[in-house]
Structure formats: structure tokens, C-alpha cells
């Protein structure tokens, strides 16, 4: 980041025009449109749809780019990997942060309408400031960007906001169920994996893929850690649907 200078406007307009910008558009707003639906006038059995429907996509694609689009890549040459993520990366970096979006904040929404995360907020200012902090210092370290004023104003502001919130909540901290619990830890996995790793990848495939001499070794290897990277997400995925079938049907 610190070498490129790019602002992050720049940034996304740039991998929403190599995405294709209806595709980028389309699924942003889609994905947003139907979580604000879910959460504020949609029904019991609409949310519940959102929710697994986004979090199906998201594991589905998780687990493709793992299992199957992985092992593929690995055969090819350099510039061969390099121009399928080239044409991969930018659609990627718009559709998974939204299905991880929706898949979350629809799941932790949903299962406090349904009554089964019982003293929430001190565990949601918990679980916010452990995956805020993480994440920006990982962007930071994986972006060369802790010297960028921009990067220490979002990791000021994050980690003030979210240790207040601690702060203010921790006096209420009580038990909440087990298998929450699990999912909140799962949950904070992912988002430290996805948006400290992955999508710090992408970022950098996208500088190097918009450089005056772009290495295709470069773009390759980063795309080939983040395809593997993608099937260990996969199975975490795995491991909280698990979680949910048996917070819903084990007698929690």
C-alpha cells in the first residue's frame, strides 16, 4: 500500500472494472439489500434463508477454490495460473467478503431472534475487537502499510472503538450457549483468515497485476496461497455448519 500510494476508492473502482462492473455492483448490492430486508421486515423463514443461502455460496466457492481449482492451478505454468487469477481475483474479492458478510451478520442476528444467544452484547464487543485488531495489523504487516497515515487512523479508530465497547460491557459478561461459543471462535477464524490474509492477496495481485512490468510468477504464487488458503476455510466453514445443525437440533 505504502508503495503504491493508490487511494482505496482508486483501489476498488480499479478491481470492480476488471470484475466487471455489474457483476461488482450487482452482487454489493444484492448481498446488502437482502441482509437489511432479513434483519429489519423479513420473517423467520427469510432470514433463515438468507443466511444459509449466503453461507452455502460462501463455503461452496470456499471449498472449489480448495478442493478443485487448487489442484488445477498447481499443474499450470506461471503465466498460465497468472492469467486465470488475473481474470479470477477481481470477481472473488467483491463475491466472498459479501457472502461472509451476509453469512455472519445474518447468522448472529438470526440467532438472537430466535432466543439462542443469551447475553449477547458483551460476547459480540468480545468477538468485535478480536477480529478488528487482528485484521488491521495483519493489513498493515501484509500491505507494508503501518507507516500510511490512512492504515493508523483505521487501527486507531478500531481498536479505541471496539476496546471501549469491552470496557463499557464487560461488567454484564455472563455464559452464553456453548455452541455459540464455538461459532463466535470459528466465526473470527474465518474473518481473521478472509480479511487478513486473503484479501490482503488480492490487494497485492491487483497492484502487480496494474504494474508497468507485471511478474506473473508473482501473481501466480500469491493466487495459489490464497486458492489454498480458500480450502482451509472451507473446512472451518464445514465445522460451523456442524455447529449451527447442532445448536438447532441437539438440544441446546
Not at 9 to 16: K, N, S, W
Not at 62 to 70: N, Q, V
Not at 138 to 159: M, S
Amino acid at each position: 500500500m505504502s508503495q503504491h500510494r493508490a487511494s482505496i476508492g482508486g483501489t476498488i473502482g480499479g478491481m470492480a472494472r476488471r470484475a466487471n462492473p455489474a457483476f461488482a455492483g450487482g452482487i454489493v448490492a444484492v448481498s446488502v439489500v437482502a441482509l437489511a430486508y432479513a434483519v429489519t421486515v423479513g420473517s423467520l423463514q427469510q432470514h433463515t434463508f438468507v443466511h444459509v443461502m449466503a453461507g452455502l455460496l460462501w463455503t461452496g466457492t470456499d471449498l472449489f477454490m480448495g478442493a478443485i481449482l487448487g489442484p488445477v492451478i498447481g499443474g499450470l505454468s506461471d503465466e498460465q495460473s497468472a492469467a486465470v487469477f488475473e481474470r479470477l481475483t477481481p470477481k472473488t474479492s467483491f463475491f466472498l467478503p459479501s457472502m461472509a458478510l451476509v453469512t455472519i451478520a445474518g447468522g448472529i442476528t438470526l440467532a438472537q431472534r430466535l432466543g439462542v444467544f443469551p447475553h449477547a452484547e458483551p460476547w459480540l464487543a468480545l468477538f468485535t475487537a478480536a477480529n478488528l485488531i487482528p485484521i488491521c495489523l495483519l493489513l498493515g504487516r501484509r500491505l507494508n502499510a503501518w507507516r500510511d497515515p490512512r492504515w493508523q487512523a483505521v487501527f486507531a479508530v478500531a481498536t479505541v472503538g471496539s476496546l471501549a465497547w469491552v470496557a463499557t460491557t464487560i461488567g454484564d459478561f455472563r455464559m452464553t450457549t456453548p455452541a455459540i461459543v464455538v461459532a463466535l471462535v470459528v466465526v473470527t477464524i474465518l474473518s481473521v483468515q478472509g480479511f487478513g490474509f486473503l484479501m490482503p492477496g488480492e490487494i497485492r495481485m491487483y497492484f502487480e497485476m496494474t504494474s508497468e512490468d507485471p511478474d506473473p510468477g508473482v501473481i501466480s504464487a500469491i493466487g495459489k496461497q490464497n486458492a489454498m488458503l480458500g480450502g482451509v476455510q472451507g473446512v472451518f466453514q464445514l465445522v460451523l455448519i456442524a455447529d449451527m445443525v447442532y445448536l438447532r437440533y441437539g438440544g441446546f
